[in-house]
């Protein structure tokens, strides 16, 4: 019974319902996740005599938090994908071992970023920075957040598996209770109140990790209660290397989306460094009040994935169709929402991290001039999303490159040169983000043409 209603919502329910329905729940799970980051920042920026170290500190930890992220989610995007399809297709056996088989490959992806968070940390840190103190900071605040990182591993899969079935609410009740145990730790451990070690960047790592793990856990608790159709037990677990490539066929451009965003973020670290440490912390500070938006647009593309992919595992031109412009549509609503926001309250935000004069003048230059690039990022999200869904991952992955990375550090680093020699350029810096979103964008159009030609107008007229 409860796999036909999920089908029936899936490839029945009217698409601009459906895609708003499975959205606001993502799109709120999404922003959640950002509010970890945003939170952490906020109340170590605000520490007694070393805020503006402590949120340095942060940034620097920030892109390995950004590949434990990218890796997960990308591995529960190819399995959300490929599950929603097979559900669509109505092989619940093989949906069954998809499950089992992203479960397998989370406890992989922790063990790797726990030998990482053993071994590799301090090299990793070391070089960004020569500063003994915040050095020391970002260490053991990162050391901590790989080592017990099976919370947001985990989740990342739980989340995916409730999101393929139709039960994206659940997936953001669980987030919500992880961000609310850690907004309600941060200060306890950070500050020291009500009793507790007064623990600086070390408490927020660990309040970030307890709410994480609570996420994972209310994520396999619904997985298990209300996920019926998909089948439990360790014999699905047991790696097929099919399988796992069907998902990785899928989740693999995802990843690397994700994870360019973390080389883009360590690239600029280093090329921003060269420029001084204040624009390192506005930058990253920038950055993660940016991500509240950006993630916005990301919950919206992994509502589009799972809702093209199970009518295009249907063969329906029509509902494709419709999936392609309304999750198009409302990510582009999204992001100019988000654009007025961040101009209309640049100092506000900035205000809030209570940063000295030049850092915050810096956060607000950036906030301004990014934040023009917003509707084109949009656009290029949600054909990421469009592109997984109809399986041209290669398009995809291009897309990735060349918004994160072909685009970005070569023109940042040329930028940053004349910023060296004059502040009045770093105008020009910060307009990197404009001038890459705007050219991936006309790429991605020219391949959105070719595969609505070779692959949407090729299904069947229903």
């Keep these: 019974m409860q796999e036909k209603e999920t089908k029936n919502r899936m490839g029945t329910m009217p698409v601009n319902r459906l895609m708003l329905s499975m959205g606001i729940p993502m799109v709120l799970s999404m922003m959640l996740q950002a509010v970890y980051n945003i939170v952490d920042s906020a109340f170590v920026s605000n520490i007694q005599g070393t805020g503006e170290m402590a949120l340095n500190a942060l940034t620097l930890a920030f892109p390995v938090q950004m590949l434990m992220v990218a890796i997960g989610i990308g591995t529960g995007v190819g399995t959300n994908a490929l599950l929603a399809k097979n559900i669509g297709q109505g092989d619940y056996q093989k949906a069954s071992r998809v499950a089992g088989n992203g479960l397998f490959l989370a406890v992989i992806i922790y063990i790797v970023f726990l030998l990482f968070g053993c071994f590799g940390v301090d090299a990793y840190i070391a070089s960004q920075t020569s500063n003994g103190e915040i050095r020391e900071m970002a260490t053991g605040y990162l050391r901590i957040c790989c080592v017990w990182s099976m919370g947001i591993v985990f989740f990342s899969i739980f989340e995916k598996l409730l999101q393929a079935t139709g039960r994206s609410l659940y997936s953001t009740i669980a987030q919500v209770a992880g961000a609310v145990v850690n907004v309600i730790l941060d200060p306890i451990l950070i500050y020291g109140w009500f009793g507790m070690p007064q623990l600086g960047v070390k408490g927020a790592a660990y309040a970030t990790i307890i709410g994480q793990i609570a996420s994972a856990l ?205 502040a009045g350029y770093m105008w020009l810096v910060w307009s990197t983000f404009l001038i890459a979103e705007l050219l991936t964008v006309i790429i991605a159009a020219l391949f959105m043409k070719k595969i609505n030609r070779h692959t949407v107008c090729q299904l069947q007229d229903k």
Aim: charged fraction near 10%; proline fraction near 2%; charge should be positive.
């Design 218 to 422: 209310a994520g396999l608790f619904f997985h298990l209660k209300m996920n019926r159709e998909i089948k439990k037990g360790m014999q699905y677990m047991r790696p097929s290397l099919r399988t796992i490539g069907e998902i990785y066929t899928i989740g693999l451009p995802a990843i690397i989306a994700q994870a360019l965003m973390s080389v883009m973020t360590y690239g600029l670290n280093i090329i921003l460094g060269g420029i001084g440490e204040t624009v390192v912390t506005a930058y990253g500070l920038y950055y993660k009040i940016q991500q509240f938006i950006l993630f916005a647009a990301f919950g919206l593309r992994d509502a589009i994935t799972p809702i093209i992919s199970f009518n295009y595992g249907m063969q329906s031109k029509l509902r494709v169709k419709e999936g392609i412009r309304y999750g198009m549509g409302y990510t582009l609503i999204v992001m100019f929402a988000g654009l007025v926001l961040l101009e209309v309250f640049a100092q506000p935000f900035a205000t809030i991290f209570g940063l000295s004069g030049e850092t915050q003048s810096l956060c607000v230059q950036a906030m301004r001039i990014v934040s023009l690039s917003f509707l084109f990022a949009g656009a290029n999200i949600a054909y990421q999303g469009i592109f997984q869904a109809l399986n041209a991952g290669v398009e995809s992955l291009i897309i990735s490159v060349c918004r994160q990375f072909l685009f970005v550090l070569p023109v940042a680093w040329g930028f940053s040169i004349l910023a060296k020699q004059d």
